[in-house]
């Protein structure tokens, strides 16, 4: 079963940041936390993931707190092809992936 | 990168009838491959869980005698569904784990939409 919690729909102005929140208060330890995006009628596409410590690669930035128990997802600039459904997955590495319901991102122009 | 294909991308069916769909990891070796069922507006469900030279394992209340996984090579995956019926209609789609440097995590495929008339 899904171990995350994420707003079901956010809006975001096209050029600002996106920022999208997601807990998982009951992960452990050794469980990483991965996000990936849906666009419609696709396959979900690897975004970032990270264990502690914050992550940023060319999509986004991952910010992890402390105790690990939520994290933010961040599109420094966000475009209207950024419009999709973001998941947040805690998983063991090579564990299988159990989707929650994530949230549905709506770049606006 | 990590390319994973799925084939093919739809496909109509006769109600009773068998389709296959293929999962296939292009520049790299999947020893496990996992199948997804998504029916519309609703989430990615785990189906099982695809392990090269041996069986599935299925997640609860996924019937392994309709929805037949063979994984008989490091790159290739298929899932039967047998007898399809109209409630079997879905977008199926196929993931592998690929460790390419920094940046490992689950490749998934285009997925397959699936009808059943």
């Known amino acids: 079963d899904a171990k995350t919690t994420q707003p079901p729909s956010m809006d975001c102005a096209e050029g600002r940041a996106a920022n999208l929140p997601c807990n998982h208060s009951t992960i452990s330890g050794n469980e990483y936390v991965y996000w990936y995006r849906q666009i419609h009628s696709q396959g979900p596409q690897y975004i970032i993931h990270g264990l502690k410590n914050n992550e940023t690669n060319e999509m986004a930035s991952l910010i992890i707190t402390e105790d690990r128990k939520s994290s933010t997802l961040i599109l420094p600039h966000a475009t209207l092809r950024d419009t999709a459904v973001y998941y947040c997955?805690?998983?063991?590495?090579?564990?299988?992936?159990?989707f929650g319901t994530g949230t549905s991102l709506t770049v606006i122009p | 990168g990590a390319v994973v294909s799925q084939h093919p991308s739809r496909v109509i069916c006769k109600s009773g009838t068998s389709v296959k769909i293929e999962c296939r990891s292009l520049?790299?070796?999947?020893?496990?491959m996992f199948w997804y069922r998504q029916f519309p507006k609703q989430s990615l469900m785990l189906m099982a869980t695809s392990n090269e030279g041996s069986k599935a394992t299925y997640e609860q209340g996924v019937e392994k005698d309709k929805f037949l996984i063979n994984h008989a090579s490091l790159t290739l995956s298929t899932l039967t569904v047998t007898s399809a019926h109209p409630e079997d209609s879905s977008f199926y789609i196929c993931?592998?784990?690929?460790?390419?440097?920094?940046?490992?995590?689950?490749?998934f495929g285009s997925g397959t939409r699936l009808t059943v008339v």
């Open positions: 520049d790299f070796q999947a020893t496990t």
């Open positions: 997955i805690v998983s063991l590495t090579g564990n299988q992936f159990y």
């Open positions: 993931s592998a784990e690929a460790r390419q440097g920094k940046n490992y995590g689950y490749t």
